[in-house]
């Protein structure tokens, strides 16, 4: 039941676009045509899910104080060693799919080295730093909290993207056009998201 | 005259946040108070002028294959220095500020400008560089902060200003979502005295 709460909140009411503003670059530069914020969203999602449980791993046996041996703290090298995680990580995908499938490669294009700079990605491990011991306990759980906040993150860029192929049709006023309504759009649909706020399973 | 307009332009017709919508991430989740604003706005000036100045030295002896992991090593070095020195000086504000400092890392600002000047210009060009995008960056981080906490809850600064009047804070104001359309409508305003930045 716990499990199951923390991945309703990592979607709903702590999603990652919408109450914490992470990854709006690639959100707003992206969410031209829903099929590449499909890709680019599922790229994500699967970034996180591998990356969050390697950094709480690191994090509980090489990181936090006494993990290494009585009396070593190594939390502040926190960010210099979940950032070249990450790095690293994307640096893999992107050299597997180049091998085994040219044609997914060549889909995802730009996207694949610029996930390595997405805030969400960066945000969902130093966000579960902070949550351990509080609602994440095990590495199963950071798999969830992983996968929430990616598929959090995907549902937002897909249903911005939706929206903002209709608005095309619309008559927006000129000096609104393109990044300005992005952001009141996104904006409305935070708070109409906000409605998931205090669900309790 | 060429330095000054480095430092200049980004302040209005090259916004890093308004015009090349960069480093949105981090900025908005600061902008309850003003407080935190402006140290997340200094934080951010020290970063990118650092970083601009240590690779723009660093440009002609890095293979461009491994230059991202390079840049990743000293954002990540510089923002370490920040958040201890944040944690030893000013615990309460770099409370608030929480994961956002670490995020300084992933913010495309630092990045995008290393990659789209530093690594071409010269040191002190590219240092002014730094200095004049993050103070564009702040820029509207003050800005976004002064609404919110003006119509929020009454105060500037922790500063009582209107609440005294009888004036009851407006608490969707401190909600995330104001912060996107009031970045939405510094936007409009922008664009529509700058007409050549309009998308047809």
Known sequence: ?201 | MKLNSNLTAPLGGNNPVIVQILGICSALAVTVKLEPAVVMGLSVIFVTAFSNLVMSLLRNGIPSRIRIIVQLVVIATLVILVDQVLRAFAYDVSKQLSVYVGLIITNCIVMGRVEAYALGHKPWESFLDGVGNGLGYAMILVIVAFFRELFGSGTLFGIDIIARFGYVGNSLMLFPPMALIIVGCIIWVHRSFNKDLQEK
Request: aromatic fraction near 12%; hydrophobic fraction near 55%.
């Open chain 1, 1 to 201: 039941m716990e499990t199951l709460n923390l991945f309703i909140r990592s979607i709903f009411i702590d999603n990652m676009v919408f109450a914490f503003f992470f990854g709006m670059c690639s959100y707003i530069a992206v969410s031209k045509s829903v099929k590449t914020a499909i890709g680019l969203g599922a790229a994500v999602t699967f970034v996180m899910v591998m990356t969050v449980p390697l950094n709480y791993l690191l994090n509980q046996y090489v990181l936090s104080p006494d993990a290494l041996g009585e009396g070593i703290d190594l939390s502040f090298l926190s960010f210099i060693i979940f950032i070249a995680v990450i790095a690293a990580f994307v640096q893999l995908v992107e050299m597997v799919v180049e091998k085994f499938s040219p044609t997914l490669y060549n889909q995802l294009g730009i996207f694949l080295p610029l996930i390595a700079v997405n805030c969400a990605i960066m945000g969902g491990s130093l966000f579960m730093q902070q949550k351990v011991g509080e609602s994440i306990m095990n590495v199963g759980d950071s798999v969830v909290y992983g996968l929430g906040s990616g598929l959090g993150w995907w549902l937002a860029i897909v249903m911005m993207a939706a929206i903002r192929e209709k608005i095309t049709y619309s008559h927006v006023p000129a000096a609104l056009k393109g990044p300005g309504i992005a952001f009141i759009i996104t904006g409305l649909m935070g708070i109409a998201f906000m409605i998931f706020t205090g669900i309790q399973l």
